[in-house]
């Protein structure tokens, strides 16, 4: 335990130093950080893995440089380097019984925190929800592989009990007060305030002293995240392209669609927002594991967590319920539709060839994927005044996102609002941004 109040200090000490909190970048940093990073290396030398180890050597390096030359270069390494390494060390935790009982606890406190008030809910008649989300089958066995994976003891959990509120709160206070559920909020704190600093240093390093609108910022970034490829995007051909999009979502009466296509200025300021990376560079795509990496993060950052996260079901079921309705999947379904028309013709090397093929089929299953979302969130609306709507809607979210399983009447009304608007399947609206594009080069 000492250890880890060692190496909780030492973090906490580090992160103070660097100045998160604070609004603007600093110019200067203080000698001392480098003492700091040096004392947090050798604490995680002691209670944790040697990448770990190698991890904080390489973040006391960066930290050596950001003294001697502050930049908003040098910043961005340390950024860089400190953001891995408490990645590296949450996952680390997680691993082990009491890491990950805090880690389960927390999902266990936010899934149950919101249960009996949905906000937009007219009828609250919500004391059952506790009860038939409970014997909701991906519920039970998402938590079962989360005490398994923990080495934890379910019969001594709370979860053995269901979903209760009040014992979800005392659970989660009583593992936080430890001292690995010290550090572990810590980390997640330290997390936030890593990418908020890196998105704003990021923008600095971008685009300087120099006044640029969304939809220019937007084209930056995007350059970034597919450096293989030698795009000819700049705000005009975003502009026609968002415009094109706007005519065809018109003509495919899907109207909720086509309003995110009005100005690209919009589109671009929520995609910065809610779905870019805090520092686009450090996350290329450049075949299907990056892509795969980029959409995760993109998911996980829409449902307010880090970007550098991989969503687990419990989350996104306690953010829908907190928020208290869906979310605008019309939004990132539009989204996806503008990435993917501004990848079409493009030019990318013979050797590039396999893994943009790669690309064009993970985006294309992500917009079919974020389309089913928009349905959902159609087919469901009207019934979310009864619990037995929640308890419906959050199945198929979980079959949408883990196992594509959905229920019968949602898939009977996929395929009928498909089949009116003259498509078998939602890739026919992706082929048609395709007819004004040349063939891949």
Same mark, same amino acid.
């Given at each position: 335990?000492?250890?880890?109040?060692?190496?909780?200090q030492?973090?906490?000490?580090?992160?103070?130093?660097?100045?998160?909190?604070?609004?603007?970048?600093?110019?200067?940093?203080?000698?001392?950080?480098?003492?700091?990073?040096?004392?947090?290396?050798?604490?995680?030398?002691?209670?944790?893995?040697?990448?770990?180890?190698?991890?904080?050597?390489?973040?006391?390096?960066?930290?050596?440089?950001?003294?001697?030359?502050?930049?908003?270069?040098?910043?961005?390494?340390?950024?860089?380097?400190?953001?891995?390494?408490?990645?590296?060390i949450?996952?680390e935790?997680?691993?082990?019984?009491?890491?990950?009982?805090w880690?389960?606890?927390?999902?266990y406190?936010?899934?149950?925190?919101?249960?009996?008030?949905?906000?937009?809910?007219?009828?609250?008649?919500?004391?059952d929800?506790?009860?038939?989300?409970?014997?909701?089958?991906?519920?039970?066995?998402?938590?079962?592989?989360?005490?398994?994976?923990?080495?934890l003891?379910?019969?001594?959990?709370?979860?053995?009990?269901?979903?209760?509120?009040?014992?979800?709160k005392?659970?989660?206070?009583?593992?936080?007060?430890?001292?690995?559920?010290?550090?572990?909020?810590?980390?997640?704190?330290?997390?936030?305030?890593?990418?908020?600093?890196?998105?704003?240093?990021?923008?600095?390093?971008?685009?300087?002293?120099?006044?640029?609108?969304?939809?220019?910022?937007?084209?930056?970034?995007?350059?970034?995240?597919?450096?293989?490829?030698?795009?000819?995007?700049?705000?005009?051909?975003?502009?026609?392209?968002?415009?094109?999009?706007?005519?065809?979502?018109?003509?495919l009466?899907?109207?909720?669609?086509?309003?995110?296509?009005?100005?690209p200025?919009?589109?671009?300021?929520?995609?910065?927002?809610?779905?870019?990376? #805090? =520092?686009?560079?450090?996350?290329?795509?450049?075949?299907? $594991?990056?892509?795969?990496? &980029? !959409? *995760? %993060?993109? /998911?996980? +950052?829409?449902?307010?967590?880090?970007?550098?996260?991989?969503?687990?079901?419990?989350?996104?079921?306690?953010?829908?319920?907190?928020?208290?309705?869906?979310?605008?999947?019309?939004?990132?379904?539009?989204?996806?539709?503008?990435?993917?028309?501004?990848?079409?013709?493009?030019?990318?090397?013979?050797?590039?060839? #396999? =893994?943009?093929?790669?690309?064009?089929?993970?985006?294309? $299953?992500?917009?079919?994927? &974020? !389309? *089913? %979302?928009? /349905?959902? +969130?159609?087919?469901?609306?009207?019934?979310?005044?009864?619990?037995?709507?929640?308890?419906?809607?959050?199945?198929?979210?979980?079959?949408?996102?883990?196992?594509?399983?959905?229920?019968?009447?949602?898939?009977?009304?996929?395929?009928?609002?498909?089949?009116?608007?003259?498509?078998?399947?939602?890739?026919?609206?992706?082929?048609?941004?395709?007819?004004?594009?040349?063939?891949?080069?």
């Amino acid at each position: 335990m000492a250890e880890l109040e060692a190496v909780h200090q030492a973090l906490t000490e580090f992160g103070s130093s660097l100045r998160l909190d604070e609004e603007e970048l600093p110019p200067l940093f203080d000698a001392g950080l480098l003492d700091i990073s040096l004392l947090l290396e050798e604490s995680l030398s002691l209670e944790f893995s040697p990448g770990i180890a190698q991890r904080a050597l390489a973040l006391r390096l960066a930290t050596k440089v950001l003294i001697e030359d502050p930049s908003p270069d040098s910043m961005a390494l340390v950024l860089h380097e400190f953001g891995v390494l408490l990645a590296d060390i949450e996952l680390e935790m997680v691993e082990r019984p009491s890491g990950a009982e805090w880690d389960l606890a927390r999902k266990y406190n936010a899934l149950t925190e919101y249960l009996g008030t949905p906000a937009p809910a007219e009828n609250q008649g919500f004391t059952d929800l506790p009860r038939l989300l409970s014997a909701s089958g991906w519920l039970a066995r998402r938590i079962d592989e989360l005490i398994q994976a923990g080495g934890l003891d379910a019969v001594r959990l709370p979860t053995a009990r269901g979903l209760v509120k009040g014992a979800g709160k005392r659970w989660f206070k009583r593992v936080s007060a430890r001292a690995s559920g010290r550090l572990c909020t810590t980390l997640a704190r330290l997390r936030n305030g890593v990418e908020s600093r890196a998105r704003q240093v990021w923008l600095l390093r971008r685009l300087g002293e120099d006044e640029y609108g969304p939809s220019s910022v937007y084209v930056f970034a995007h350059v970034e995240l597919f450096p293989a490829i030698h795009s000819r995007i700049n705000e005009t051909t975003l502009a026609l392209e968002c415009a094109r999009l706007h005519g065809l979502s018109h003509g495919l009466q899907l109207p909720d669609l086509a309003i995110c296509f009005e100005t690209p200025d919009w589109m671009t300021h929520y995609a910065l927002s809610f779905l870019l990376p #805090p =520092s686009p560079g450090e996350w290329p795509v450049r075949g299907a $594991r990056g892509l795969k990496r &980029l !959409l *995760d %993060g993109r /998911l996980s +950052r829409w449902y307010s967590s880090p970007f550098d996260h991989r969503m687990d079901t419990l989350e996104m079921a306690a953010a829908v319920l907190r928020i208290g309705r869906p979310l605008f999947y019309e939004r990132v379904a539009a989204h996806a539709l503008v990435e993917y028309a501004l990848l079409q013709g493009v030019a990318f090397s013979r050797a590039a060839a #396999p =893994s943009w093929i790669d690309i064009q089929s993970g985006l294309e $299953r992500e917009f079919s994927t &974020l !389309l *089913d %979302g928009y /349905l959902m +969130r159609l087919f469901y609306y009207p019934q979310l005044k009864k619990p037995e709507g929640w308890c419906a809607y959050l199945a198929d979210l979980h079959a949408l996102h883990f196992e594509g399983q959905f229920s019968d009447n949602f898939f009977d009304y996929r395929k009928h609002f498909l089949s009116r608007r003259g498509l078998a399947t939602a890739m026919e609206i992706l082929y048609r941004t395709t007819e004004s594009h040349g063939l891949l080069q």
